[in-house]
T-cell receptor
Framework: DQQVKQNSPSLSVQEGRISILNCDYT??????FLWYKKYPAEGPTFLIS?????DKNEDGRFTVFLNKSAKHLSLHIVPSQPGDSAVYFC???????????FGKGTRLHILP | EPEVTQTPSHQVTQMGQEVILRCVPI?????FYWYRQILGQKVEFLVS????????KSEIFDDQFSVERPDGSNFTLKIRSTKLEDSAMYFC???????????FGDGTRLSIL
């Protein structure tokens, strides 16, 4: 069951540059999308979300873009900082379902 | 900033024994959840709880599992007779209302021997 797919298990980006994390989904009933960040030995920390009625949401260095026709969303982090090194989970919910469906995660390494 | 807190951080239990995982959701939150992550796999939904009853559960959440909100602050997950395959990180989450994100605790690592 791969309703939310993150096809890149890892990504390395130079400090100060832009990090772009991608996510695809298959369920057209999803109407709310989230990104979570996770450090080792901690739980997922909410980062940013977007409703399906929007195509962009920005919060400081973090921007999420949603392309509903392509069933694709992306998270942009700019500029990338060392503390951004973590695993990033794309997640979605929608329809009558309250639960969140997670992707497998992308491990982001910010290089000095 | 308010947090979801989970205890214990690590629980080791013999197969067949009962285990209770505890969570204190954020105080003004109304919706409560349990998820689990088996090593190397995705975070998976187990159950959601609202207004003192289960609102949704996954097929993982069989008769061996139960949840309870015994008082105004705690939210517990009980596994009646643990199996080896129950070994995982268990995350509790809560949210204030619809349309708002779920906030997660740091998890309980459950190891079944």
């Amino acid at each position: 069951d791969q309703q939310v797919k993150q096809n890149s298990p890892s990504l390395s980006v130079q400090e100060g540059r832009i990090s772009i994390l991608n996510c695809d989904y298959t369920n057209s009933m999803f109407d709310y999308f989230l990104w979570y960040k996770k450090y080792p030995a901690e739980g997922p920390t909410f980062l940013i979300s977007i409703s399906s009625i929007k195509d962009k949401n920005e919060d400081g260095r973090f921007t999420v873009f949603l392309n509903k026709s392509a069933k694709h969303l992306s998270l942009h982090i700019v500029p990338s900082q060392p503390g951004d090194s973590a695993v990033y989970f794309c997640a979605a919910s929608g329809g009558r379902d309250d639960k969140i469906i997670f992707g497998k995660g992308t491990r982001l390494h910010i290089l000095p | 900033e308010p947090e979801v807190t989970q205890t214990p951080s690590h629980q080791v239990t013999q197969m067949g024994q009962e285990v209770i995982l505890r969570c204190v959701p954020i105080s003004n939150h109304l919706y409560f959840y349990w998820y689990r992550q088996i090593l190397g796999q995705k975070v998976e939904f187990l159950v959601s709880f609202y207004n003192n009853e289960i609102s949704e559960k996954s097929e993982i959440f069989d008769d061996q599992f139960s949840v309870e909100r015994p008082d105004g602050s705690n939210f517990t997950l009980k596994i009646r007779s643990t199996k080896l395959e129950d070994s995982a990180m268990y995350f509790c989450a809560s949210r204030r209302q619809e349309g708002q994100p779920q906030h997660f605790g740091d998890g309980t690592r459950l190891s079944i021997l």
